[in-house]
Nanobody, 115 residues
Framework: VQLQASGGGLVQPGGSLRLSCAASGIIFSLYTVGWYRQAPGKQRDLVARITIGGSTNYADSVKGRFTISRESAKNTVYLQMNSLKPEDTAVYYC??????????WGTGTLVTVSS
């Protein structure tokens, strides 16, 4: 199983980025998939999550700015990030979860929001 995150980069405050997480070895639509982020010196926190049924939930800090979506045909989950703030700077990770023994993490992608 591999989850490959991409799309990070340097963006100015107020800008946008779209992160992608592509899976191989599992079918994403059968998992709850989440995006997490970890800033330097801080713990890894949930940013957004999409369930098997398509329900979504977001951290309060990103509500109204970030959108998680799933494209089953490409076995990929996206995180559209708008109105980015410096405090969004972090390494972003995707996670696929069904059970404690079927829990997979992807590589991280660095998002830096700075002028």
């Amino acid at each position: 199983v591999q989850l490959q995150a991409s799309g990070g980069g340097l963006v100015q405050p107020g800008g946008s980025l779209r992160l992608s997480c592509a899976a191989s070895g599992i079918i994403f639509s059968l998992y709850t998939v989440g995006w997490y982020r970890q800033a330097p010196g801080k713990q890894r926190d949930l940013v957004a999550r999409i369930t098997i049924g398509g329900s979504t939930n977001y951290a309060d800090s990103v509500k109204g700015r970030f959108t998680i979506s799933r494209e089953s045909a490409k076995n990929t989950v996206y995180l559209q990030m708008n109105s980015l703030k410096p405090e969004d700077t972090a390494v972003y990770y995707c996670n696929a979860h069904i059970s404690p023994t079927r829990d997979y993490w992807g590589t991280g992608t660095l998002v830096t929001v700075s002028s």
